[in-house]
C-alpha cells in the first residue's frame, strides 16, 4: 500500500471512514489532514459504532499511530469528548494519537460568529455546519488565530487571546450578540491544555520519516471534492482545500512522494445543505434512496439530499485528483431498484458542457443527460467476492470504470469491514 490518500469524490458522506478503517487493517499511520468536526466519519466494528468527527480512523487498529495534522482547525472541546468514548470503548489513545502544535483552534467566538454570519444573510445563507469552521480558518489567513502551540504556552495564549477578544467582542455586539468573557475561556482552555498536552508532537519529521521508510500511510480526506474551497460549488462549500494536492501544505509532504490517490464515491449521490445537485431526485427516488441508505448526517443529523451517480463530477474529480483507484460503496442501496440512471454528461443552452466550464449558479441550470440500466433486484449485501455480483451490477460497475477511466479497486456492500470486494 505505501502511502495512499483517500479521497471523497462528491460532496462528502461517500464512505470514507469505512474505506479507510477497511485500509486501516493493514496501515501503520493514518493521518488527518485538513477540515475539522464538520466532517463525520462513520466507523462499525466489533466495538460498536463510532462517528468519529476529528481521530483518524484508524484508532481501531492497535499497530496504526494517528495523526492529526497542521491542517485542521480543532475544537478541543469535542476532540476531548471523542477521545473519552474510544478510550472507554477500550481502546488504548495514548502513545497512538498524535496532534501537530500548528493545528489552530477553534474558539468559542468563532462557533458564535458562524451562527450569526448565516443568520445576517437570510435567504442567502450557505448552510454551514455552525461548528465555527469558516470563521476559523478566515482568522487563519488573516493572521488572527491561536494555534494549539500557543495554547501550551498560557502567558502567550493570555496576551492573543485578549486581542483577539478586542476585535471579536466589537463584531459579536454589532450583530447583536452579548460579549464573551476572557476569564471564562481562559478557566475552560486550561483544562483543556491539561487532556491534550500529552498528544502534542511535530509531525513533519515523523510523517516524512515513514514515507522515506515505505510504512503503510492513509491519508484520511475529509468532505468531497465539490466542497473545495476553489474547485468546489462555491460559495456553498467548506474553508479548507480538499484535493489531493492540498497535502502539501495540510501535512508537510512534498507532492512526487504520493503515488496513490483512492477516489471514494457512492453508487448514487448525495448533497447536505444548500447549491446546485444536478442528479437530485426530489421525488419518489430520493426518499427511497435516503430510507434505505440511511443517508442523515454523521455531524449534523440532517437529512441528505439524493440522487443518481453523476459521471460528470466523477471524472472530473478523477482528473483533478489524480485518482489511481475508486472505491464505489453503497451499492447494496441500489438493490430493489428496477431502474437505475446514471448522468453520463450534461448539457447547457443544446451543447454538451463540462463541469469546470460552469459557474454555480449555471450548474442549477444544465440538464443532465441519462443512460439507463436494468436492476439487479437482488440481494448485494454483505457481499465479499466479485463473481458474487449480479451480472447487472457488473454492467453498471464496468461502464462506471470505462466513463471515469479509472480503475475500481473497492466495492462496498454494507457498513461492516468484512462487507468489502477488493476487485
Known sequence: MAAIVVIGAQWGDEGKGKIIDYLAADADFVVRFHGGNNAGHTIINSKGKFSLHLIPSGIFNPRTKNIIS?????????LIKEIEEVEKAGIKVAGRLFISPRAHLIMPYHRLLDALYEEAKGKGKTGTTGRGIGPAYADKVSYNGIRLGELMNPKLFTEKLKAQLLLKNKILKALGSSPLKQHLIEKDFAEYRKKVQPYILETFETLNNAIDKNKNIVFEGAQGVFLDNDWGTYPYVTASSILSGGLTHNAGIAPQKIKNVLGVAKA???RVGQGPFPTEQSNGIGD???EVGKEFGATTGRPRRCGWLDLELLRFAAKING??????????????FSEIKVAAYYEYKGKKVSYESLETMDLGKIKPVYKKFNGWKSSTKGLSKLGQLPKE???YLNFIEKQIDVPIKYISTGGGRSETIKV
Not at 497542521?70 to 469535542?78: A, E, F, I, K
Open 70 to 78: 497542521n491542517g485542521l482547525v480543532l475544537d478541543l472541546r469535542v
Open 268 to 270: 448514487y449521490t448525495t
Open 288 to 290: 427511497q434512496l435516503r
Open 323 to 336: 485518482f489511481t483507484g475508486l472505491a464505489i460503496t453503497k451499492l447494496d442501496v441500489l438493490d430493489n
Open 393 to 395: 451490477a457488473k454492467q
